[in-house]
């Protein structure tokens, strides 16, 4: 199991200022993990906002990908032309603007993880997990760059199985964007 979160999240080394966000640049991140592992062929498991990132190297390295497992995860967050399972630009601000006020925070377990809301023991961890994955003002931004990002145009590229699961009660990506990329 090779494991990396994005470029200033998590496990991963902080973001240089220059780098720009985008799915193609944790793409290209995936790429040079794999080749450090030495790893030729893989399965990719993604959640939530690196789905897109999956779905890219998956149509663009075909040859490296055996497998891609989607979970609670979109290839176009907002609304587009052709594509009204997008979340209007007022809700993907309003996304942006809840992060920034509950991330880390034992509020944001009731929109990423309403089951768990009983959960004493989770209810202390998440909130600290979240803290110590990213900070609020650095996830917002992030989500704000996310919900204008793109791969629907990879989609009928990706040719390797594909395995897309999607909470029906999951408040940040809707069901519809799951079942767009199925």
Known sequence: VIRF????????????????????????????VLDATSSRETTIVSTNDAGGAALLFAATHPERVRALVLFNTSAKFTLAPGYPQGHPPEVAQAVVQTVRTTWGTEKSIELLAPSQIGDEPFRRWYPRFQRAAISPTAMAETMDRVLRMDARHVLAEVQCPTLVIHRSDYGVIPQAQGEYIA
């Open 5 to 32: 979160d994005r470029r200033g999240t998590g496990i991963s080394d902080p973001t240089p200022p220059d780098a720009g966000e985008s799915w193609e640049v944790w793409a290209d991140d995936l790429r040079a």
